[in-house]
Each structure stands twice: as structure tokens, then as C-alpha cells.
């Protein structure tokens, strides 16, 4: 099985360029729509270059001021730990851009209590969303290495999660602590996102792809998705993946 839309470019820089260009048109769209646009953010190095290409080259054709920005993961840190998803992306991003503080929903961090910042983020999230999901008019995710998306790493019971929009999971690596939307707060928003970059990612987007969703490659989830999934990776990333599923 293969994405039905995948695309390729020649290295993470180029990934970068052309997802911002998509990203900036989708909040457009839903802003000439409904009159304003909500965006969940990833963390990860090369959402990181995705934030700068829009910041630096969609900073004045994006209405930024009718942008409501929400993460979609957070390391158990404070805001202004250099380890901090919410530090990543208003550094890279928001600083840059005329988004309004009072649009700006970082999760909010009780370091040593996952727990308690999930139940309250997803306060927040149910006060300005209706309905089963939030729907997000775009999700942005990434891949690890092991095949985790979001802070939904392999075999995680978190993957089970039915009824809450966010939880609070673990991971290998320090910090161990983290906070996640779940599953479907992920993927019933408007549209997803998936930006994969580099070499070391080529064994975890293949298994997302080409394999059955597998409690082992929490990305491969992504695919029962109940909006449209484009995957935006460079071709070190689909090297595993063979030039019949290319285009």
C-alpha cells in the first residue's frame, strides 16, 4: 500500500519551500471560508525548516492575525527549554509573523505532571472546538526514526485512546515525559501533513506506507485518516520505497 499522495523533492530544504507554499494556502482558503484558520504544529528539525520558509517567505500573504496555532505534541519542559516544541516554533515561526498572543495555544506545561497538562489542554481544545474531534484545518506531523508521529511512539497504549482528545504518554529517550493529541484529534482535521526528511527516516516511512497499520509504526496510522494525508519527503527519506511508487 502507498500513499495516494506522496511527494518527493530533492532534499529537505526544497521539502520545506513547497509544503509552506501549501501550508500558507490551505489557512488562506479557510480563512476566505469561515474567516479565520486553526493549524496544529509538529517539532522535529524538519517542521523546523517548515516554519522558516513560512515565516520568511509567507510572512505578508498569509493573514497570520486570523490564525489560531495549537501544537500537536509537547516534551514534559518548560516553554523556554531549548527542548521545548512551543520554543522551536515561535522562535522559527511566530516571532516572525503577526499572529495575535491571544490565538497562540501552547500546551500548558506542569513539568513532572503529563497528566495534569493533558486534561487541561484538552480543555482548551473542547472550549474552541465542536463535535466528537477537533478539526484543525491543518495538522502538520513528522516521522521519527522508530516510526512514532506525534508523541505516539511504537506500541504505546496511547494508540488505543478512543475518548480523549489528549494524553499523556512516554518516551525512549529523555525527556520521557510527553504530552500528545490522540489519534483521532489528529487525524480528523481538514488535512494532514506529513513532512519526512533524510536517510535515517527511509525505514519508518516505508513501514508507514507500505505496511498495515501497525501498533509498531505509530505513522502508519496516519493513512486512516478522515481528511486527505499529503506527504511531503525528500528522496533520501522514499529511498525504500522503489520508483513504481514515485511520481
Known amino acids: 500500500m502507498i500513499a495516494a499522495d506522496l511527494r518527493v523533492f530533492a532534499d529537505a530544504g526544497a521539502v520545506a519551500s513547497a509544503a509552506a507554499r501549501e501550508v500558507a494556502r490551505v489557512l488562506g482558503a479557510a480563512v476566505r471560508r ?21 515565516a520568511l517567505d509567507h510572512r505578508d500573504d498569509t493573514l497570520w492575525d486570523r490564525v ?3 501544537w500537536g505534541d509537547e516534551r514534559d519542559v ?12 515561535r522562535e522559527s515561526l511566530l ?50 526514526d522508530d516510526g512514532h508521529t506525534a508523541s505516539l511512539f511504537p506500541r504505546s497504549a496511547a494508540l488505543d485512546e478512543t475518548t480523549r ?12 515525559g510527553r504530552v500528545s493529541l490522540a489519534l483521532p484529534a489528529l487525524t480528523h482535521a481538514a488535512a494532514i501533513f506529513v513532512v519526512d526528511a533524510g536517510r535515517s527516516k527511509a525505514e519508518a516511512l516505508r513501514c508507514a506506507l507500505i505496511t498495515r497499520p ?14 486527505p494525508v499529503l506527504w511531503w519527503v525528500d ?13
Open 95 to 144: 516571532d516572525h509573523v503577526a499572529v495575535r498572543p491571544e490565538r497562540v495555544h501552547p500546551m500548558p506545561m506542569s513539568p513532572g505532571d503529563p497528566d495534569r497538562t493533558a486534561a487541561e489542554y484538552e480543555r482548551t481544545l473542547r472550549a474552541r472546538f465542536d463535535g466528537e474531534w477537533p478539526r484543525f484545518d491543518v495538522v502538520l506531523l513528522g516521522i521519527g
Open 235 to 247: 528522496a533520501e527519506a522514499a529511498a525504500l520505497l522503489g520508483p513504481e511508487n514515485l511520481r
Open 214 to 227: 501497525d501498533p509498531s509504526c505509530p505513522a502508519s496510522f496516519i493513512r486512516t485518516a478522515h481528511a
Open 78 to 89: 518548560l516553554h523556554d527549554d531549548h527542548r521545548s516544541n512551543y520554543r522551536m516554533a
Open 68 to 70: 489560531d496555532v495549537y
Open 34 to 54: 469561515h474567516g479565520s484558520a486553526s493549524m496544529a504544529l509538529a517539532g522535529g528539525q524538519t517542521p523546523r525548516g517548515l516554519y522558516r520558509c513560512l
Open 165 to 176: 482528545w489528549v494524553v499523556a504518554t512516554t518516551a525512549p529517550t529523555e525527556p520521557r
